[in-house]
């Protein structure tokens, strides 16, 4: 699943990601591409948890 982030501008805000989608499901996958402020993620989570847990981190996906 892929995610546009606006508000990810840095290597912080990359890792904060990474580290909000882990919590929810150890095992997902996260590729961050902040040039183009996406992620993809790959997990078994449904992909309106994942959208949550980045919300909650605050990256809210669009």
Known sequence: M???I???SCGH???AITQ???SLDPAAQV???LAAKKVV???SQDRLAVAA???EAGYPAQ
């Open 2 to 4: 892929e995610f546009n």
């Open 41 to 43: 993620v790959q997990s």
């Open 53 to 55: 847990v980045l919300a």
């Open 13 to 15: 805000c990359a890792s």
């Open 6 to 8: 606006p508000a990810m």
């Open 20 to 22: 909000a989608v882990k």
């Open 31 to 33: 590729s961050v591409d």
